[in-house]
Nanobody, 127 residues
Framework: VQLQASGGGLVQTGGSLRLSCAAS????????VGWFRQAPGKEREGVAC????????YYKDSVQGRFTISRDNAKNTVYLQMSSLNPEDTAVYYC?????????????????????WGLGTLVTVSS
Protein backbone atom coordinates (compact mmCIF):
# COMPACT_ATOMS: atom_id res chain seq x y z
CA VAL A 1 0.00 0.00 0.00
CA GLN A 2 1.21 3.51 -0.81
CA LEU A 3 0.25 6.42 1.39
CA GLN A 4 0.19 10.13 0.69
CA ALA A 5 -0.35 12.62 3.49
CA SER A 6 -1.52 16.17 2.85
CA GLY A 7 -3.31 19.06 4.45
CA GLY A 8 -0.65 20.62 6.62
CA GLY A 9 -0.10 24.34 6.83
CA LEU A 10 0.22 27.38 9.04
CA VAL A 11 -2.57 28.08 11.50
CA GLN A 12 -3.02 30.32 14.51
CA THR A 13 -3.49 29.04 18.03
CA GLY A 14 -7.03 27.81 18.44
CA GLY A 15 -7.41 27.07 14.76
CA SER A 16 -8.21 23.85 12.94
CA LEU A 17 -6.74 21.74 10.15
CA ARG A 18 -7.73 18.50 8.50
CA LEU A 19 -5.00 16.14 7.39
CA SER A 20 -5.62 13.48 4.77
CA CYS A 21 -3.87 10.16 4.22
CA ALA A 22 -4.81 8.84 0.80
CA ALA A 23 -3.97 5.21 0.08
CA SER A 24 -3.41 3.47 -3.22
CA UNK A 25 -2.46 -0.02 -4.23
CA UNK A 26 -4.61 -1.76 -1.64
CA UNK A 27 -7.74 -1.01 0.29
CA UNK A 28 -7.30 0.32 3.79
CA UNK A 29 -9.96 -2.15 4.95
CA UNK A 30 -7.11 -4.47 5.92
CA UNK A 31 -4.85 -1.90 7.56
CA UNK A 32 -4.95 -0.11 10.84
CA VAL A 33 -3.77 3.43 10.25
CA GLY A 34 -2.05 5.75 12.65
CA TRP A 35 -1.12 9.39 12.59
CA PHE A 36 2.26 10.22 14.01
CA ARG A 37 4.17 13.44 14.50
CA GLN A 38 7.71 14.53 15.05
CA ALA A 39 8.55 17.95 16.40
CA PRO A 40 12.03 19.45 16.03
CA GLY A 41 14.42 17.85 18.45
CA LYS A 42 11.86 15.34 19.67
CA GLU A 43 11.15 11.71 19.00
CA ARG A 44 8.35 10.59 16.75
CA GLU A 45 5.14 9.88 18.64
CA GLY A 46 1.81 8.35 17.76
CA VAL A 47 -1.15 10.70 18.18
CA ALA A 48 -4.12 8.71 16.87
CA CYS A 49 -4.95 5.31 15.45
CA UNK A 50 -7.86 3.77 13.56
CA UNK A 51 -8.37 0.03 13.86
CA UNK A 52 -9.36 -1.74 10.66
CA UNK A 53 -11.25 -4.51 12.42
CA UNK A 54 -14.03 -2.60 14.15
CA UNK A 55 -13.26 1.05 13.53
CA UNK A 56 -12.13 1.70 17.09
CA UNK A 57 -10.12 4.86 17.55
CA TYR A 58 -7.39 5.70 19.99
CA TYR A 59 -5.73 8.97 20.92
CA LYS A 60 -2.70 10.25 22.73
CA ASP A 61 -3.83 11.89 25.95
CA SER A 62 -2.77 15.39 24.94
CA VAL A 63 -4.92 15.35 21.79
CA GLN A 64 -7.95 13.52 23.18
CA GLY A 65 -11.03 15.65 22.59
CA ARG A 66 -9.25 17.90 20.09
CA PHE A 67 -8.29 15.47 17.31
CA THR A 68 -10.55 13.04 15.49
CA ILE A 69 -9.35 10.23 13.25
CA SER A 70 -11.76 8.82 10.70
CA ARG A 71 -11.81 6.75 7.52
CA ASP A 72 -13.70 7.24 4.26
CA ASN A 73 -13.91 3.81 2.65
CA ALA A 74 -15.10 5.16 -0.69
CA LYS A 75 -12.06 7.42 -0.95
CA ASN A 76 -9.67 4.95 0.69
CA THR A 77 -8.52 7.82 2.87
CA VAL A 78 -7.97 8.35 6.58
CA TYR A 79 -8.37 11.82 8.00
CA LEU A 80 -7.13 13.58 11.10
CA GLN A 81 -9.35 16.50 12.03
CA MET A 82 -7.42 18.74 14.40
CA SER A 83 -9.01 21.56 16.37
CA SER A 84 -8.02 23.86 19.24
CA LEU A 85 -4.47 23.70 17.96
CA ASN A 86 -1.65 25.10 20.05
CA PRO A 87 2.06 25.66 19.39
CA GLU A 88 2.90 22.32 21.03
CA ASP A 89 1.12 20.63 18.11
CA THR A 90 3.69 22.01 15.67
CA ALA A 91 5.39 19.08 13.97
CA VAL A 92 5.71 17.09 10.79
CA TYR A 93 2.76 14.73 10.70
CA TYR A 94 2.97 11.30 9.08
CA CYS A 95 0.45 8.59 8.46
CA UNK A 96 1.44 4.97 8.77
CA UNK A 97 -0.35 1.69 8.13
CA UNK A 98 0.00 -1.84 9.45
CA UNK A 99 -1.79 -4.95 8.14
CA UNK A 100 -3.39 -5.63 11.52
CA UNK A 101 -7.00 -5.45 12.66
CA UNK A 102 -6.37 -3.72 15.94
CA UNK A 103 -4.18 -0.76 16.80
CA UNK A 104 -1.44 -1.58 19.27
CA UNK A 105 -1.14 0.41 22.47
CA UNK A 106 0.78 3.65 22.22
CA UNK A 107 3.97 2.24 23.71
CA UNK A 108 4.17 -0.18 20.80
CA UNK A 109 2.93 2.42 18.35
CA UNK A 110 5.67 4.80 19.42
CA UNK A 111 8.45 2.23 19.30
CA UNK A 112 7.42 0.24 16.23
CA UNK A 113 5.82 2.93 14.14
CA UNK A 114 4.28 1.34 11.07
CA UNK A 115 5.17 -0.96 8.18
CA UNK A 116 4.09 1.53 5.53
CA TRP A 117 4.59 5.28 5.61
CA GLY A 118 3.54 8.33 3.72
CA LEU A 119 5.67 11.42 3.36
CA GLY A 120 5.11 13.93 6.11
CA THR A 121 3.09 17.11 6.06
CA LEU A 122 4.16 20.08 8.14
CA VAL A 123 1.79 21.64 10.65
CA THR A 124 2.85 24.94 12.15
CA VAL A 125 0.79 26.57 14.88
CA SER A 126 1.65 30.17 15.59
CA SER A 127 1.11 31.76 18.99
Amino acid sequence: VQLQASGGGLVQTGGSLRLSCAASGRTLDYYSVGWFRQAPGKEREGVACFSSGDGSTYYKDSVQGRFTISRDNAKNTVYLQMSSLNPEDTAVYYCGADPVRECPDFRVLNSHGADYWGLGTLVTVSS
